[in-house]
């Protein structure tokens, strides 16, 4: 199968890639590079795999691309609440238009499977789990744009995922993410003062989102048309929660709350995943093992300069 993974080379990316080259298929990945990564140098040696320095806002190009291609990936984005922030338009661009663009340009005989995020769900209920139909309320302009493309590709019945906060190692590392971040800081500085510790999340480790891809790919004609929660079911926690996890593997990780401040962030939900469960999908990677994960990687990882910021 030949196909197009536009922002290969990021987070998701670079663990999904090497994923589908190793069953077989022609892998093209479209990536502007952004944070000048080398994330993909390791699959160069294989003749299956073609890399494009380009941006998923260059219509032509993206056109060419989406032509040759059975399934589409497009995980380009400019990810997290405070880069989208600060570049509205840009990933208005990005987030957004280019995947409205892709939805336009594809064939009905193509695969598209879109990563939305289940930060849409903004604030939810206390002990309500969160579900596919569930309202969308996204709190930020990231939420927000990753909600509008969703929206759009469905109504083109192609298939979504709403990933939970991923979490683990990957050639594109990233520390800005919860249980990076925190894992990282227990480690280097010992401790760490959080705000509005009861907000919860859902999490997922990297290897199970860009598993949950080759899922849906085998599974796309009984999934398509329906967004998909992705996460571990075990672990809706809490900010404070998720600091206990990392202290039995971290003892003298200390934490705090800060009884002033506010966290920019204003997510707070739990999220059932029941519904891609059900078509046979598991995560095979439950969170202690991704937080020994991480504690190997950080002896390598000295510096944070790993971060969408």
């Given at each position: ?28 990945v479209l990536d502007n590079f952004l944070y000048q990564q080398t994330s993909l140098l390791d699959c160069c ?70 990563p939305c995020t289940n930060s849409g769900y903004g604030i939810g209920q206390e002990g309500i789990e969160c ?133 920019p962030d204003q997510r707070n939900y739990i999220v059932s995943n029941a519904r891609i469960e059900a078509t ?30």
């Amino acid at each position: 199968m030949k196909i197009l993974v536009t922002g290969g080379a990021g987070y998701i990316g670079s663990i999904l890639v090497p994923k589908l080259l190793g069953e077989g298929h022609e892998v093209t990945v479209l990536d502007n590079f952004l944070y000048q990564q080398t994330s993909l140098l390791d699959c160069c040696c294989n003749p299956r795999l073609t890399i494009i320095r380009g941006d998923v806002r260059d219509a032509r190009l993206l056109g060419e691309l989406v032509k040759k291609a059975d399934a589409i990936l497009p995980l380009a984005c400019l990810t997290g609440a405070p880069l989208c922030a600060r570049e509205p338009i840009m990933a208005t661009a990005v987030n957004r238009d280019a995947i409205k663009a892709i939805a336009d340009m594809k064939s009905p005989s193509q695969m598209l499977i879109y990563p939305c995020t289940n930060s849409g769900y903004g604030i939810g209920q206390e002990g309500i789990e969160c579900d596919e139909e569930t309202p969308l309320r996204p709190v930020s302009l990231y939420g927000q744009l990753k909600v509008e493309a969703e929206s759009y590709v469905l109504e083109r019945g192609c298939l979504t995922f709403r990933f939970a906060t991923v979490f683990g190692t990957s050639p594109r590392m990233r520390l800005d993410l919860l249980v990076n971040d925190f894992t990282y800081r227990a480690v280097n500085d010992g401790f760490v003062v959080l705000f509005e510790a009861h907000f919860k999340r859902n999490y997922l480790h990297v290897q199970d989102a860009a598993a949950a891809f080759m899922h849906a790919m085998k599974n796309y004609d009984k999934m398509k048309g329906r967004p998909y929660n992705v996460g571990l079911s075990e672990a809706n926690l809490s900010k404070w929660e998720l600091c206990q996890a990392i202290q039995r593997h971290v003892p003298r990780f200390t934490f705090l709350i800060s009884e002033v401040g506010k966290d920019p962030d204003q997510r707070n939900y739990i999220v059932s995943n029941a519904r891609i469960e059900a078509t046979g999908f598991k995560p095979a990677v439950g969170l202690d093992d991704g937080l020994r994960e991480l504690l190997k990687a950080y002896q390598v990882i000295r510096r944070n300069q790993f971060s969408n910021v």
